[in-house]
């Protein structure tokens, strides 16, 4: 059981890190509030690829990680209950 501790808690490390370097290296997204109410069309070319952008993949990736932060936080919450 401490073995699986030990692996658990190095993959949670490398997950807080790597979610630590996308999150910082994102680009703000300027868009919010001000977008709804003034109307803007997001029926462009770009707003329907803006997933396959360096953009929208590290959005993308950052949820990725996000997901495997709190999967692994329950994960190593249960390990050292047990």
Do not use: W
Not at 40 to 67: H, Q, W
């Amino acid at each position: 059981m401490t073995t699986a501790k030990y692996i658990v808690t190095a993959i949670y490390i490398i997950i807080c890190l790597a979610l630590i370097v996308v999150a910082t290296v994102q680009t703000k997204d300027a868009s919010g509030a001000s977008e709804t109410i003034t109307g803007s069309s997001t029926n462009n070319f770009y707003e329907k690829n803006k997933g396959r952008t360096k953009e929208g993949k590290m959005k993308k990736l950052t949820v990725i990680l996000g997901i495997a932060f709190a999967i692994t936080s329950v994960a190593l919450g249960i390990l050292y209950v047990a």
